[in-house]
């Protein structure tokens, strides 16, 4: 491990509170575009069963109406559980944006818990806001801090990276936008880090509560910005103590390198979209059979056998056996299903994990002739390159490898994907066409808003 000499909480909290902002054109409508994706993923998110059945659950938590819910009829509620809600839906189909060397999805937290904070400071605070390029500069500050977390890494997961590192990413946010000194931030992390959660026995069983760890990280970065305001003390040696960060969750783990480009570079460029609703280790294998089957034309019922090649961490996390009774987040990061959509529609979307889809005959069936194989590469935290074969009925085969995935900043979406997205995930969460169009016709103009308010009330609709 890089000896930092025990500073990497102050540099870490240094950055959250005082570092560059987005000032080159094209980070700042990266940011836009980020911004307007999670939040309409957000919105999509809260249409889903598991989001329903949460939703009741929030009033036996505590009531309240400091903050809002993404999407339609969510109601207010405490701060912690606006964030917790907020955190599932974007995180909980699967659309979010991701950071791959690190593994990391920053957003689902970072996004979740500055807008909770956001909107409890500016009803108690009438007159206080923010505009709509600080908003971008706590949403980029926030998203460094948690992928150098993510990129400390240097061995195989075994606890949910998503939700862990993206936890400082939250409390960096909530630290803005409160405004906390750097003494009662650094205090923030520690107690942040006293509650730590996201184990990946969730995803080895593929347990319904894996995207919920995100909301629990988030739902805690309030609390822990609560408790050091409150003058409760802390653990401070949060990464280099003998049971900090880098001793239980990243024991192989260095900070040093992520640390020193802090100042230099911003990672929000440096992040995949989703073009479909599936874990983003799904991507691979689906983007692979999407050109295969344009290429030759495949039809999907002379499939005999489709393959996925790839590093370890692919079968790992999305080799699950196929199962006839599966629910939509299980699904979604099953390659064998979410292969077989994509051969048989030539797409995947929202509607494809909806019960009726998620038991169709044919699609189970042809997801059992797709297979997801190790590769042998031997860095555990790489999604690429993959390989993909398939074998038809009549004897050809066919293959390409992949060293880059569509939607990652190598292979971007074009923008008339993006807002194809972004409007079909608004009208799946039910907006109605007037706020559809006030969020996008705000969002395209993000940066120049006095008042962020403008566009992040189109998308909370008590």
Not at 247 to 255: F, N, P, V
Not at 279 to 298: F, K, N, P
Not at 386 to 400: A, I, N, P, S, T
Not at 408 to 413: F, H, N, Q, R, T
Request: proline letters at 5%.
């Amino acid at each position: 491990m890089n000896d930092r000499s025990n500073d990497s909480l102050d540099v870490l909290v240094d950055h959250a509170l005082n570092g560059p902002g987005l000032t080159a054109g094209s980070q700042i409508g990266q940011a836009r575009m980020i911004a307007l994706d999670t939040a309409a993923v957000g919105v999509a998110g809260s249409r889903t069963p598991l989001a329903a059945a949460l939703r009741q659950q929030l009033p036996a938590w505590g009531r309240g109406e400091a903050a809002g819910i993404l999407g339609s009829g969510g109601g207010r509620h405490p701060a912690a559980s606006a964030a917790f809600m907020n955190a599932y839906q974007i995180h909980g189909t699967e659309y979010d944006c991701v950071h791959e060397p690190a593994v990391v999805h920053p957003m689902a937290a970072v996004f979740a818990t500055a807008l909770a904070a956001w909107d409890e400071r500016r009803r108690r605070e009438p007159g206080w806001g923010l505009s709509g390029q600080e908003w971008l500069d706590v949403l980029s500050r926030s998203t460094d801090v948690a992928i150098a977390v993510g990129l400390s890494a240097r061995q195989a997961m075994r606890f949910f990276r998503p939700a862990v590192a993206s936890a400082f990413g939250a409390v960096a946010a909530v630290s803005q936008i409160r405004a906390l000194d750097p003494a009662t931030a650094a205090t923030a992390f520690g107690h942040l880090y006293s509650q730590l959660c996201g184990t990946m026995q969730a995803h080895a069983e593929g347990a319904a509560v894996l995207p919920m760890q995100i909301g629990f990280n988030a739902r805690n970065a309030l609390v822990a910005a609560d408790l050091a305001q409150a003058g409760i003390s802390a653990p401070a040696q949060v990464f280099e103590g003998a049971f900090g960060y880098l001793t239980l969750y990243e024991s192989a783990g260095d900070l040093g390198p992520a640390l020193d480009a802090l100042a230099q570079v911003r990672r929000i460029p440096e992040l995949s979209y989703k073009p479909f609703p599936t874990g983003r280790a799904t991507h691979g294998g689906v983007d692979g059979l999407l050109r295969l089957r344009r290429a030759h034309e495949i039809d999907w019922r002379q499939v005999r056998a489709a393959k996925v090649f790839g590093p370890p961490l692919i079968p790992r996390l999305v080799g699950r056996p196929l199962r006839a009774d599966h629910e939509a987040h299980y699904a979604r990061l099953c390659m064998a299903f979410v292969g077989a959509v994509a051969l048989r529609r030539g797409h995947i979307d929202l509607d494809d994990f909806l019960p009726a889809s998620l038991a169709d005959p044919e699609t189970l069936a042809l997801a059992g002739c797709i297979t997801v194989h190790d590769d042998g590469n031997p860095d555990t935290n790489v999604l690429l390159p993959q390989r993909v074969e398939v074998e038809l009925k009549d004897g050809r085969r066919h293959e390409c490898t992949l060293s880059e995935v569509y939607g990652s900043p190598a292979v971007p979406m074009d923008e008339e994907a993006h807002w194809r997205k972004i409007r079909h995930c608004l009208a799946f969460g039910g907006l109605d066409e007037a706020r559809v169009e006030a969020f996008v016709g705000q969002g395209a103009k993000l940066e120049q808003l006095a008042d962020v308010a403008i566009w992040l009330d189109t998308a909370c609709v008590d």
